[in-house]
């Protein structure tokens, strides 16, 4: 589970209205558009969700873009793993964060430590210049006053541990501590089980999650020999979706209880 997002808001309406916002985090078009008919004021745009999410292509951007009307945060992360960038990784970024913007990303998220976790601040720094003037979210550390002073909008976390409903002491003081200066997003592990706690027990305005349900491949033909990738993959002849109805229940929760 990641801890992620900072970013500068262009909320839907609707989510203003209602004064709260979901982003849903996807790797394809269908779960984008599953993801805005359940009422997600915000996508965050990713490739290969089971490596907690990585770029998402260019022909994927678009392509969305084509399909929902609600804001896209483009993720940039290169690669699965840590959060510690070689300078050929860090060229990669910069590169993509030119091509996200030129190709009409709302928003970026991205994330980079040093080799002893800290923020790195000077990379962020860097990469913040690179995406301006788009609004850039953090994921994955949380080091407020650092992420503040460097002008960051918004910090998606767990609050460093492995599900936000476990981090969520320490999402609580983030957000106390943040007094607006900086929005605290809520991620990780969130399901209509929890969502209730989390947005009570935290003061959340905002929330982030997949909210996927299990699909079967329309393949007839399976050969059970051959598999793309690593043992550990995803299966071949099953899809995780966002699910509308899924997305749905957690608007409504975050509206009963917000």
Known sequence: ???????????SPSAMAEGFLMEVCVDSVE????????????????????????????????VV?????????????????????????VEVMRKDIELMKSHGADGLVLGALTEDGRVDAELCMELLA?????????????????????GFQRVLTSGCDSTALEGLPLIKRLIDQAKGRISIMPGGGITERNLQRILEGSGAQEFHCSARS??????????TCVMMGAAFSAPEYGLKVADVSKVRTLNAIARNTL
């Open 130 to 150: 690179a995406a301006r003037p788009l609004p850039v979210t953090f994921h994955r550390a949380v080091a407020l006053e650092t992420l503040v002073s460097l």
């Open 65 to 89: 873009k084509q399909y929902v009307k609600i804001p896209i945060y483009a993720m940039i992360r290169p690669r699965g793993g840590d959060f510690l960038y070689s300078d050929q990784e």
């Open 214 to 223: 299990g699909k079967d491949s329309a393949m007839k033909f399976r050969n």
């Open 31 to 62: 779960s984008a558009v599953n993801a805005e008919r359940g009422g997600a004021g915000r996508l965050e745009l990713c490739s290969s969700l089971l490596e907690g999410g990585l770029t998402p292509s260019l022909g994927l951007l678009q």
């Open 1 to 11: 589970n990641l801890c992620q997002n900072f970013c500068n808001r262009k909320k």
